[in-house]
DNA sequence: CGATTTATAGATCATTCGATCAATAGGGTT
DNA sequence: AACCCTATTGATCGAATGATCTATAAATCG
């Protein structure tokens, strides 16, 4: 048996705050995407309670099971990570091609270097979430594809590109966030220059400056 | 969430087969490397037996505790898998980079490319299990780091390739494996055309014929 | 064939997990 | 201050899980 309220100096004296619904809901889900990114989405909704510091049982005032809080989940760390105008900015033909993959790498590579994001998302894909599919997809005809036609109408005429050309080019920077987060070995601090070699090797092959 | 499809060679009236415990070991462990291939390495130990036709009690007859039920698995995945001379045959300057380069990838493929090794290897990566640092870091100095070398050796001048280089052509390959084995996207059935297209465009922005 | 060995099954235990529900208390209103 | 609403807690339930232990039966040997 523990001893009970004989001191004062318990660690947590666990003090009822009471928050409106909508401040909780927001801080269990933005501490829902940290937890399931480092635990992965088995994780135990004691041990995310815990380190919320509320109790198990309030999880489910907010969420009616596990899985709806892993829908929330994801919806927070998908939702509009996308620009919507990236087609748009890709293929304006007044921007050196070389300039616009620079640019939108860069700032692609702040989605994907993210912890929260590569780690769920990777967690989400070994699950055989149908979200995964969906997002590759989306990148594939959204940006990638474009990204092809461009490349061919800058590329003089007998290389020709493929899709499988992108995707590696895609593959090889992606794979730095990879390394990073998942397996957790060292990589660049600042991936720009690595990002800037491998669209330079990959725009030189194609005979584009 | 909880992936269906546990069994479908049910209906066996589950006849009781005594094998000699080598066979009984091998034939778990096999089993096991597919089962946590599959659902992850928090697979339970229920679903393992049901799939294996043997009851959850004998499992721990052979292994202790589930903890090292993985070990076995992560043994029997990585164990020889990377082929002890192949620094010897990446350095072996008879033989010209191009062709050095294809074999290494040609067969290093056929090992990431398979279901197992890669979902556990991402399974195992995710937990943070010191394995993966200790195999990137292996592949590091054994494998990219005298690739570096040769290709600095064969490269004109002006160019210096890093090994930031060699990971981004290393991760481009890699990925076409993440892209169907952990996402489960369409990719080439035959991957060998965009492994020589992605190592004749590293070799070619460097320089090398 | 009968006896012995031991691989295997079946029952079960102690925790742990997701989820439920009644009791409690924080904080705004009057 | 007294009151009320409801956010939050604490206790608890039933199912699931890793692991243990004893009974059973398949193969081997004399």
New binding site residues.
């Given amino acids: 048996m523990d001893q009970t309220s004989s001191d004062i100096a318990a660690a947590e004296p666990?003090?009822?705050?009471?928050?409106?619904?909508e401040?909780?809901r927001r801080q269990i889900v933005e501490g829902a995407v940290t937890f399931f990114a480092d635990v992965g989405l088995?994780?135990?909704?004691?041990?995310?309670?815990k380190r919320l510091?509320?109790?198990?049982?309030?999880?489910?005032?907010?969420?009616?099971?596990?899985?709806?809080?892993i829908e929330a989940v994801y919806a927070h760390v998908y939702l509009d990570r996308l620009s919507e105008d990236w087609p748009r900015r890709l293929t304006d033909r007044s921007v050196p091609l070389r300039d616009r993959l620079l640019t939108f790498y860069t700032e692609y590579s702040q989605l994907i270097f993210e912890y929260e994001w590569m780690r769920i998302f990777m967690f989400s894909g070994l699950a055989g979430a149908e979200l995964n599919r969906r997002y590759l997809h989306h990148m594939g005809t959204v940006i990638l594809h474009p990204l092809l036609e461009e490349i061919r109408a800058a590329a003089p005429a007998p290389v020709d590109p493929q899709m499988e050309d992108i995707w590696n080019l895609h593959g090889g920077i992606v794979y730095i966030g990879i390394r990073r987060h998942i397996y957790q070995v060292p990589t660049p601090d600042d991936p720009s220059d690595a990002i800037a070699h491998a669209v330079d090797r990959f725009l030189g092959s194609f005979g584009v400056v």
Avoid: C, H, M, W
């Fill in positions: 666990a003090e009822r705050r009471r928050l409106p619904p401040e909780r088995e994780g135990k909704t004691r041990d995310l309670a510091g509320i109790t198990q049982s309030l999880l489910f005032n907010y969420f009616v099971n596990k899985a709806e809080i």
